[in-house]
């Protein structure tokens, strides 16, 4: 199933709202993130994509989530600092979410693309097309530095 994410809204950091489609014509990784994962040190990596592809249109998204063995129980401001500080990560985070059972946006639309279910667990990322496409689905294990995924990266940002 196609899944397009453009009129998909979500809560900021701030408590605002902000329409995924407001990313139009930059290639976006979406990543439920959480400061007490054993993929935690994947911050530094996604940070690396940032620096990387951002120049050319890219932006890394990430969504806290505390759907995974409560690893991600701070607050905002905590969770913000606490990337920054010991991460240097400064992409772009967002509200609190919940990646299964009663999903929150953005993951009630992005748990539709195939192959298609909720997420399994932190650190799971959606590759999105300069149109809002979801155009790639990589678990977790799948670290920042993987060939596939900056490969598709790279693909995307071509298109």
Do not use: H
């Amino acid at each position: 199933m196609k899944v397009n994410v453009s009129k998909v809204l979500v809560k900021t950091i701030n408590g605002g709202s902000k329409a995924l489609g407001e990313y139009k014509g930059q290639v976006l990784l979406v990543v439920n993130v959480a400061s007490r994962c054993g993929f935690t040190k994947q911050y530094s990596g996604l940070q690396a994509l940032q620096d990387t592809y951002g120049p050319q249109g890219f932006q890394v998204l990430g969504f806290p989530c505390n759907d995974f063995g409560n690893q991600e129980p701070g607050t905002l401001s905590e969770i913000q600092e606490f990337c920054n500080t010991t991460y240097g990560a400064s992409f772009e985070l967002f509200e609190k979410v919940n990646a299964k059972g009663e999903t929150t946006e953005p993951y009630t639309t992005l748990n539709q693309a195939l192959p298609s279910g909720d997420v399994d667990w932190n650190f799971e990322k959606f590759l999105i097309n300069k149109q809002g496409d979801v155009i790639g689905r990589f678990k977790s294990a799948i670290e920042p530095s993987n060939d596939e995924l900056k490969k598709a990266i790279e693909k995307a940002l071509l298109e």
